[in-house]
């Protein structure tokens, strides 16, 4: 309808519209969504961490793989999107080397990444990963944060 009207879409409503694909699971509108973006030209930089997001969320773990690699600039965001895709996925040892990736890249990780990768090594019985987390939760002196904390003691 907004072509119909000659409205043309700008990056926050590609945004918004990768978000709702993400959220219903609908992975072939997704596509066709990046497949405008790319059209448009719209760099990665702007909506990259949507559509790592989407793909992540819809399942499509190597399609959000291949976009977080072409990110030139990744932020915390944008490592949380991906670290967390994987997770969903039960995907613990590639989580995992990804925090540490991104700790090598200078990039400090905040409390949602270290929840989720707790959380995933509590589902999948990742033990030993869980417990390599809680060394770094705990020379970052996080342990006493609540939802940490919780996210600890389920892992254990």
Same mark, same amino acid.
């Given at each position: 309808?907004?072509? /119909?009207? %000659?409205?043309?879409?700008?990056?926050?409503? *590609?945004?918004?519209?990768?978000?709702?694909?993400?959220?219903?699971?609908?992975?072939?509108?997704?596509? !066709?969504?990046?497949?405008? $973006?790319? =059209?448009?030209?719209?760099?990665?930089?702007?909506?990259?961490?949507? &559509?790592?997001?989407?793909?992540?969320?819809?399942?499509?773990? =190597?399609?959000?793989?291949?976009?977080?690699?072409? $990110? @030139?600039?990744? +932020?915390?965001?944008?490592?949380?999107?991906?670290?967390?895709?994987?997770?969903?996925?039960?995907?613990?040892?590639?989580?995992?080397? &990804? !925090?540490? /990736?991104?700790?090598?890249?200078?990039?400090?990780?905040?409390?949602? $990444?270290?929840? @989720? $990768?707790? =959380?995933?090594?509590?589902?999948? %019985?990742? &033990?030993?990963?869980?417990?390599?987390?809680?060394?770094?939760?705990? +020379?970052?002196? !996080?342990?006493?944060? *609540? +939802?940490?904390? @919780?996210?600890?003691?389920?892992?254990?």
């Amino acid at each position: 309808q907004m072509q /119909q009207e %000659g409205v043309k879409p700008n990056k926050f409503t *590609f945004i918004s519209l990768l978000n709702a694909c993400a959220s219903l699971q609908a992975l072939a509108l997704g596509r !066709l969504l990046h497949a405008h $973006i790319f =059209d448009r030209k719209i760099g990665l930089d702007v909506v990259g961490n949507a &559509l790592v997001g989407m793909y992540s969320r819809c399942g499509s773990i =190597d399609n959000a793989r291949e976009n977080f690699e072409r $990110i @030139t600039e990744r +932020d915390v965001f944008s490592w949380s999107v991906m670290i967390s895709g994987y997770a969903q996925c039960g995907d613990v040892e590639t989580a995992f080397k &990804l !925090l540490l /990736q991104m700790h090598e890249d200078g990039v400090k990780p905040n409390k949602a $990444i270290f929840i @989720t $990768i707790l =959380d995933a090594c509590a589902s999948t %019985g990742a &033990l030993a990963q869980g417990k390599m987390v809680h060394v770094y939760i705990a +020379d970052n002196k !996080l342990e006493s944060e *609540f +939802d940490v904390g @919780t996210a600890l003691i389920n892992m254990y």
